[in-house]
């Protein structure tokens, strides 16, 4: 975070006077914050967006300029959040419990407990998509199929993992597992290469709709049972989902809504950021979240009190001010 001061000289004073009638209008310091979104294409980076345009508009009232960077996304972020290079960012629930705890990619670097919640956005569903020729029609189907686990590399092959242990499933014994971009896997759904692939991912998607729509058939599967249902008791991260199918795409009519499970998207930031930062971010948000809504479909259930579920860090001091001076938290 970096600040900015403007100073004007004689001279400056000088043509001011001449040329305006009257001294020119010496600016305060002027705070510069960047946001850490996602692949342009995703939620995550329009997320960013938003809130930076909408702090933009206020800048004279905040003193904030804000920009947005696209990342590679929830790992990225937290750690530019850490690094200093960035203020704040969009993670999901699981990266942000994790990074604070020093668990799985965590575990050598130690808990990371400078990180800070501020509020949550989006449901992100683990989301199973499989043709319909594949015969696969639950989680047990996948045996002998091929099936992709998601972009390589992706943090979100632990949520993956997870699901498929719940089912007694394993990739190395059970099918034919391989990775490929989620912005791929339409395309090699529709020429036979694969049968289904995972993506967690928050809805509408325009890559979920696309394999929807595509020559051909496809469907989204249930990831639903008493190992899930075990997963969201004990990991504070998770949460049940429900996919709206017939808001995904227009050719799926007669599907019903599919029942899944997933994370929430997070708005993190250090303990570093100033109070008074994270609060203007924070009131600009929430009181002005009919607004914010229209910024994107996968917005339009946000509710004050939901944005304040699945925080998996402890509250900025901005964001928790915030919050008990409007009576959201006691």
């Avoid at 249902?229 to 991260?237: F, G, H, M, S």
């Avoid at 001091?317 to 915030?322: T, V």
Wanted: proline fraction near 5%; glycine fraction near 8%.
């Amino acid at each position: 975070m970096r600040k900015k001061t403007t100073v004007v000289g004689f001279a400056g004073l000088l043509i001011g006077l001449l040329l305006l009638g009257g001294p020119p209008v010496l600016s305060a310091a002027e705070i510069f914050v960047t946001i850490g979104g996602g692949d342009r294409s995703g939620v995550y980076y329009p997320s960013g967006l938003a809130i930076a345009r909408m702090l933009n508009a206020k800048r004279h009232d905040y003193g904030i300029r804000a920009t947005v960077e696209a990342t590679d996304g929830a790992t990225f972020n937290m750690n530019a959040i850490l690094a200093g290079y960035m203020d704040f960012g969009l993670t999901q629930s699981d990266k942000l419990y994790q990074a604070f705890n020093g668990l799985v990619e965590w575990a050598d670097k130690g808990p990371q407990q400078e990180l800070r919640a501020v509020f949550s956005l989006h449901r992100e569903a683990l989301t199973l998509v499989a043709a319909v020729d594949a015969d696969i029609n639950a989680m047990d189907d996948l045996r002998g199929k091929t099936v992709s686990l998601g972009n390589p590399g992706s943090s979100q092959h632990w949520t993956v993992t997870e699901a498929l242990t719940a089912f007694d499933l394993d990739p190395n014994r059970d099918f034919d597992a391989i990775e490929v971009m989620a912005s791929d896997a339409p395309a090699l759904l529709a020429d036979h290469r694969i049968d289904a692939y995972f993506y967690t991912v928050g809805h509408p998607s325009e890559t979920i709709r696309k394999a929807l729509s595509g020559e051909r058939q496809a469907r989204l599967i249930p990831i639903v049972g008493p190992g899930i249902d075990q997963l969201v008791a004990t990991r504070k991260y998770y949460i049940k989902a429900t996919i709206p199918v017939m808001q995904l795409c227009a050719d799926a009519a007669g599907q019903a809504d599919v029942t899944t499970f997933g994370v929430i998207a997070t708005l993190c930031t250090s303990a570093r950021v100033p109070v008074d930062v994270v609060y203007d971010l924070t009131k600009e948000v929430f009181d002005n979240l009919e607004i914010f809504r229209r910024q994107h479909p996968a917005f339009y259930q946000l509710t004050r009190k939901g944005m304040l579920e699945g925080l998996t860090a402890p509250l900025h001091p901005g964001a928790l001010r915030y919050y008990k001076e409007t009576g959201l938290i006691d």
